[in-house]
C-alpha cells in the first residue's frame, strides 16, 4: 500500500468518525466534558508523499573480453569479494593452443632473423675482400699503364689489366647490392618478431581474461551465467557478475509528482519505510533532484536522488520505499492542534461567531465560542497559526469526552 494511500484511507476514516460523532453528540440540555489541548510553539513540517527504490551507490558490471565456455564458477549471490578475486573460468584449452602457436611463430621469426644477420655477415665479408682486389688491380693497371709509357710493355698487357680491374669494380658493386637486399631482409625478419612478440602478448592476454576476476572491493548482488555456459564477447561486453561496491549507504530514488517538485529541495530531510520492517522508519538526504521529467499513463514525475545510511546493511537493493520529503519546516512556529479546526460543537450552548476556519473555546459559563483562525502549513497533528485572537497556552478544544457507558 503506497504512503498516498495510507494518507487518504486516514483522511476517509477521520471524516467517518467526526460524522458518527455528530450524529452521536448529546442534546441540548446535557452537560458535555470538552477535551482540549493548548497553543503552543514549535517547529512544524509540511511533508511530500512519494514512493521510491532502494539500489546499491555504486554498481560495477563484471564481463568478459574473450568468447567461450564457462568452464567453473568461484563465487555466487551474497559472495563478498576483493578486487583482483576470480569470479569464474572460461575453458582455456582453444587460448593455451593459440598462444604455444603464436610462441612457436615467434621462435621461427627470431631463427630468420639469425640467418639472415649470418647471410648480410658473409656478404659484407665478401665485399671487403672483393674491394681488397678492385684496389690490387686498380694499382697494377696503373704501374703497366706507367711501363707502358717508358716503352717497356704492350698495349695488350695493359688492356688486361685494365679489364681485370673492370671485372673487380663490377663483382664489389654486385656484392654491395647484395648487402643492401640483405640488410633490408634482416630489418624485415625483425619486424616479424617484433609483430610475433605482439601476438604472443596479446594470445597471453587472452588467456589471462579467461580467468574472470572483480575489478573491485564489494558483494555479489547479480549473477547472469552457470557453469557450462557459452559466451560470445563482441561489440558488446557480456555482463557475467554485479557487484555492489558498498552497502554501507544506498541510494533512494524517489519518483515526485510535478506538482510536488516546486517544495522539494536539495538536502532536505527525507523520511522512508520499508515493507521489509514495518513499523520502523529510516532516514535519508536529498543528494540530486534531476531535471528531466518521466511521463507515465499521461503522469509526469521527476527522479529525486537521496542517499541513506545503512551501517547494519539491513536495506537492500531493490526495495520499494514509502517516502516522506520535509518539503517546508517552520521554525519555532505558533501552532494549535489540527483536530481543533475539525471540531463540530452541539447546535446549542454556542454563541455566535464567524464562519469559515475557525476554532472554539470554553467560556466560565460553559458556553463555546468561535474564534476564527488562518493557518498555514501543516504536519497533520499540528497546523501553523497565522492569524486568530488566541495567546500561546489558551486551550482549545479538540473534540468531546465520551459518556461512560456510551
Request: overall charge neutral; glycine content about 8%.
Amino acid at each position: 500500500m503506497s504512503m498516498r494511500y495510507r494518507v487518504l484511507v486516514i483522511i476517509l476514516l477521520a471524516a467517518a468518525a467526526a460524522a458518527a460523532f455528530f450524529l452521536r453528540l448529546p442534546s441540548s440540555g446535557s452537560t458535555s466534558t470538552y477535551l482540549t489541548a493548548p497553543v503552543s510553539r514549535g517547529d512544524i513540517s509540511h511533508y511530500v508523499l512519494a514512493s521510491g527504490r532502494l539500489q546499491a551507490l555504486v554498481t560495477v558490471d563484471i564481463g568478459s573480453q574473450v568468447s567461450g565456455m564457462i568452464k567453473s564458477l568461484s563465487a555466487d549471490y551474497n559472495t563478498a569479494v576483493v578486487e583482483g578475486q576470480e569470479l569464474a573460468r572460461i575453458d582455456p584449452a582453444l587460448f593455451e593452443a593459440r598462444l604455444q602457436q603464436a610462441e612457436a611463430e615467434l621462435a621461427a621469426a627470431r631463427a630468420q632473423v639469425e640467418i639472415q644477420t649470418a647471410g648480410l655477415a658473409a656478404s659484407r665479408a665478401d665485399r671487403d675482400g672483393l674491394r681488397a682486389v678492385s684496389e690490387n688491380t686498380g694499382r697494377e693497371l696503373e704501374r703497366k699503364r706507367a711501363m707502358l709509357a717508358r716503352g717497356g710493355l704492350g698495349q695488350s698487357d695493359v688492356d688486361t689489366a685494365q679489364a681485370e680491374h673492370a671485372r673487380a669494380i663490377a663483382q664489389v658493386r654486385a656484392t654491395e647490392a647484395t648487402v643492401t637486399r640483405q640488410k633490408a631482409e634482416v630489418a624485415l625478419a625483425r619486424t616479424e618478431v617484433e609483430r610475433m612478440t605482439a601476438v604472443v602478448r596479446q594470445r597471453q592476454l587472452d588467456l589471462d581474461h579467461t580467468y574472470i576476476r572483480s575489478s573491485v572491493n564489494g558483494v555479489i548482488i547479480k549473477r547472469f551465467v552457470d557453469a557450462g555456459q557459452t559466451i560470445a564477447a563482441g561489440l558488446q561486453t557480456p555482463v557475467l557478475f554485479r557487484v555492489a561496491q558498498d552497502l554501507s549507504e544506498m541510494e533512494l530514488s524517489i519518483a515526485v509528482d510535478e506538482a510536488d517538485i516546486g517544495l522539494v529541495q536539495r538536502g532536505a530531510k527525507v523520511v522512508f519505510s520499508v515493507d521489509a520492517y514495518p513499523g520502523e522508519s529510516f532516514e535519508a538526504g536529498i543528494v540530486q533532484i534531476r531535471k528531466s521529467g518521466e511521463e507515465q499513463s499521461n503522469v509526469v514525475t521527476y527522479t529525486v536522488i537521496a542517499r541513506a545510511p545503512n551501517p547494519e546493511q539491513r536495506l537492500l537493493p531493490g526495495m520499494t520505499a514509502n517516502v516522506a520529503i520535509a518539503a517546508i519546516n517552520k521554525r519555532d512556529a505558533r501552532k494549535l492542534p489540527t483536530a481543533a479546526l475539525y471540531f463540530v460543537p452541539p447546535a446549542a450552548n454556542t454563541r455566535a461567531g464567524a464562519t469559515g476556519q475557525r476554532v472554539w473555546l470554553q467560556a466560565r459559563d460553559g458556553s463555546l465560542q468561535a474564534v476564527p483562525v488562518k493557518t498555514g502549513v501543516s504536519d497533520g497533528e499540528h497546523s501553523e497559526l497565522l492569524e486568530g485572537d488566541l495567546r500561546d497556552g489558551q486551550q482549545v478544544i479538540v473534540g468531546i469526552q465520551p459518556h461512560a457507558g456510551n
